[in-house]
């Protein structure tokens, strides 16, 4: 990381001040996500269930998770990355050195003009976001809701899944189904591809934050 620094250009000084912030948003960022993460696991007895039996809590008691466990476990990645999306507010800047931004409405930014983009607001776009499906006219999982099971996709479910069906709402129930079973979590595929415009918690691009692996491994 300090070599990144120093062939982008920095002094000594700017890297021990860029290693301070670091430190920094370690602590400011992990903690609170962590936290979000156990508080909505609590909350919701059905989710506990679900992941102590995703992750074999009861069959493996008295041994420690691996990391391995924790990486492959599809419902508690989408806790994860579901928290990042509802309660985590950062902002990612960017600017064009060498030509003019054209957007689809219109703007234009000039070279060199600095444009900055919070990923939180990404995450409140309806028009982007699935919301599960539709009952008695009412959304079942609105975007400024938790919903643990947002980034997976159940096989035949065509409700499931992070991103809105292209064929726009999906059908609209009379009742409610119920929730998917632990058992039925085992087929779920976390979904991470077509959701770069909307969830960025790291930043994205060739300035990518460094630290997102760690920050994972660390939460």
Known sequence: MIRRHKLLGFSDSGIASVL????FITKANT???????????????????????????????????????????????????E????????????????????????????????????????GLDESFWNTGSTINGIKKHLVEHFWAERFLKYPNDPTSGPIKPLSGEPEELQSDTGKESSHSDASAKLVLSGLQTHWFPFGGGPGKYPGEMLASAKG
């Open 83 to 122: 928290v990042l999306q509802l309660h985590m507010a950062g902002t990612v800047g960017r600017k064009a050195p060498d030509h003019i931004l054209d957007f689809r409405n219109g703007v234009k930014i000039q070279p060199n003009i600095p444009i900055m983009s919070a990923s939180w607001l990404g």
């Open 31 to 81: 903690i609170p996500a962590t936290a979000w993460m156990i508080f909505h696991i609590i909350e919701d007895r059905s989710l506990c269930y679900q992941l102590r039996h995703e992750l074999h809590v009861e069959t493996n008691r008295g041994s420690q998770l691996s990391l391995k466990q924790l990486q492959q476990a599809p419902l508690l990645n989408s806790v994860y990355r």
């Open 20 to 23: 301070l912030v670091y430190l």
